[in-house]
């Protein structure tokens, strides 16, 4: 099968420091947490590493080892951070073909600092990324059964309605996974296209974003929900989404989406587990155990194995499995691409989880 991914291309570099020299602050009152290093003194690494990310790299790669030949339209600098990124995309054999070169903004680049005890910490520059425009994307690109949308930065995001568009008069399976920038900025963009958007995945900080937004749309917010007695339930299930004043039940979130056109909604809460909406289900996945050495592009493994697994015809319960277990393989590494697993890995895992302890509620 065919996939063309679009969005960010990043070299990134991280840096993993002892857990003793790093301290972390945690609020009391917020779900916020700080790393902090010392001001002025020099602060020993265990290791410093380069490595290429961002989220339609991390998608390629990701549907590259599913099976899927794929390619990654993305716009890059002319500078050396471009010419690893392609160097990396021809060894995962993802094809170059739709790639652009900017002669002015350098590559996209970010540092993150991590330890092994720690969740890392992100700084990004957007470079070349935040340049996508319309006269970018042309039809023939979407000459492929899945099409998979990224983050998009800056002025790049403006371009959302146009990719999707192309993409459904192609006739594409689309997927969507946008962040939390992209949806604070331009929330109407996709809520005005969700028709046109087959897959959408968020966690649960980026559907949070959007609840002021859909619930001003849609008029009303959902009743959180009724918990049976006796019945223990995820988290998320129980708490609902909460935005400053607006908040609404998980399953009127989810029929908030379908209702506006969008046919599948993954949700994810890291170590809550993930959500799928599909027909008039709730499905549940618990988290898988794994060792984290850092959760960056662990989002996008999700979201891309998904998209793979509903595009090859298997059932949303079993696409919700292979993400999260894909998934739980990336978090084991600093780096987003490492843990990423092969078709056949992947297949062998899902065969040897024969209890895959999936939840399920009807709407």
């Known amino acids: 099968m065919k996939a063309i991914c679009i969005g960010g291309a990043t070299v990134d570099a991280i840096t993993t420091i002892e857990n003793q020299s790093i301290e972390r602050m945690t609020m009391l009152n917020a779900e916020t947490s700080f790393l902090l290093l010392e001001e002025g003194r020099k602060t020993e690494a265990v290791d410093i590493s380069t490595h290429c990310g961002g989220g339609a790299v991390n998608a390629s790669v990701a549907l590259a080892r599913l099976g899927f030949d794929v390619s990654a339209l993305v716009k890059l600098g002319r500078d050396a951070r471009a010419d690893l990124i392609l160097s990396q995309l021809a060894a995962e054999n993802v094809s170059p073909q739709w790639i652009m070169r900017d002669d002015k903004a350098p590559t996209g680049a970010s540092v993150i600092v991590t330890s092994h005890e720690r969740n890392a910490a992100v700084f990004t520059f957007r470079g070349a990324n935040a340049t996508l425009e319309q006269r970018d994307f042309h039809s023939e690109a979407f000459d492929a059964d899945l099409v998979y949308v990224s983050s998009l930065s800056g002025r790049s995001a403006a371009s959302l309605p146009f990719i999707l568009k ?198």
């Not at 009303?220 to 004043?245: D, N, Y």
Request: hydrophobic share 50%; net charge negative.
């Open 166 to 363: 192309l993409a459904k008069e192609a006739g594409c399976l689309v997927a969507v996974n946008a962040t939390m920038r992209q949806l604070s900025a331009h929330p109407d963009d996709l809520l005005t296209n969700l028709a046109r958007i087959d897959i959408l995945a968020l966690n649960r900080r980026e559907a949070e974003a959007l609840l002021p937004a859909l619930i001003a749309r849609v008029g009303h917010s959902g009743p959180l929900p009724r918990i049976a007695a006796g019945e223990h339930l995820p988290a998320l299930l129980t708490r609902g989404l909460v935005a400053g004043s607006f908040e609404i039940g998980l399953p009127s979130f989810f029929a908030t989406l379908r209702d506006l056109g969008t046919r599948y909604v993954m949700l994810t809460d890291g170590s809550g587990g993930a959500f799928v909406c599909a027909d008039q289900d709730i499905i549940y996945c618990p988290a898988e155990p794994a060792d984290v050495a850092s959760t960056a592009g662990a989002g996008d493994a999700m979201g891309a194995t998904f998209a793979a697994f509903i595009a090859m015809g298997d059932a949303p319960g079993v696409a919700l499995r292979a993400a999260t277990l894909n998934a739980a393989s990336v978090i084991a590494y600093t780096d987003t691409q490492s843990g990423l697993l092969s078709r056949q890995i992947l297949d062998a895992r899902l065969d040897a989880h024969t209890d895959p302890k999936l939840r399920k509620w009807k709407m």
